[in-house]
């Protein structure tokens, strides 16, 4: 079974401010790791994803999430952030097969509130 | 390009009743999975269909049931609503050959259930 927890349900940060978003997962075989972004009345969008290729990922926006194994995260973050990046934030693994690889587990999700 | 589209975008029935929820994929791509999002929780999966097969199925209830038709549109069907089925359903599409979980999702579905 695969599972993932997003530690911090609402996560507050100046505009400018770097952005932590944290995810730790559990997973029995190697894992394929997912951030996706919902702004409010939409759909959610992939932001960026871990598969094995590299530890550091780069997404979409200025995000990027580095796979720590030894620590089992996958932290979402971004140098600066802007008012346009208050959304809510899901984290997801997936064992690459289940479903065609399209079988995601997310976390609970953290609501990113940016100030001015 | 139209992104994935669902309808209807919003809808309330009572308890005991049926609903179907439609969603038309993006243009080429042939897998359609199905999410269901309670409020305050992350999406659930329910199913995944590709080439009208399905090939997954979450833990749901054969209350649950899909199907997807030639033009890789989907339909959700929902038998005897409960009140617990009150969420937001999510339709998502992908093409075969991309990595796993790149999923485009609509905007999705929300049922309230009386």
């Known amino acids: 079974a695969q599972s993932v927890t997003q530690l911090g349900s609402h996560v507050s940060v100046s505009e400018g401010a770097l952005v932590l978003l944290r995810c730790n997962y559990s997973?029995?075989?190697?894992?394929?790791l997912f951030w996706y972004v919902q702004y409010p009345n939409q759909g959610l969008q992939l932001l960026l994803k871990?598969?094995?290729?590299?530890?550091l990922v780069k997404g979409i926006n200025g995000f990027e999430a580095e796979f720590k194994k030894s620590e089992t995260s996958f932290h979402l973050t971004k140098p600066s952030a802007h008012m346009s990046d208050a959304a809510e934030y899901f984290c997801a693994v997936s064992d690459g097969l289940t479903g065609g690889g399209n079988k995601l587990t997310f976390g609970t999700g953290t609501q990113l509130k940016v100030e001015l | 390009d139209a992104g994935v589209t669902q309808s209807p975008t919003h809808l309330i029935k009572t308890r005991g009743q049926h609903v179907t929820l439609r969603c038309s994929p993006i243009?080429?791509?042939?897998?359609v999975s199905w999410y269901q999002q309670v409020l305050g929780q992350g999406p659930q999966f329910i199913f995944q269909?590709?080439?009208?097969?399905?090939?997954g199925r979450g833990n749901f209830p054969d209350r649950f049931s899909a199907r997807q038709f030639p033009n890789y549109s989907s339909e959700l069907n929902v038998n005897a609503l409960l009140l617990g089925d009150s969420a937001l359903y999510l339709c998502?599409?992908?093409?075969?050959?991309?990595?796993?979980?790149?999923?485009?999702f609509g905007e999705g579905s929300r049922l309230t259930v009386l």
């Open positions: 871990y598969t094995s290729a590299a530890t």
């Open positions: 998502a599409s992908s093409r075969r050959e991309m990595g796993p979980g790149e999923l485009f």
């Open positions: 997973s029995s075989v190697p894992p394929y």
């Open positions: 269909y590709y080439e009208k097969e399905e090939r």
């Open positions: 243009s080429g791509h042939k897998s």
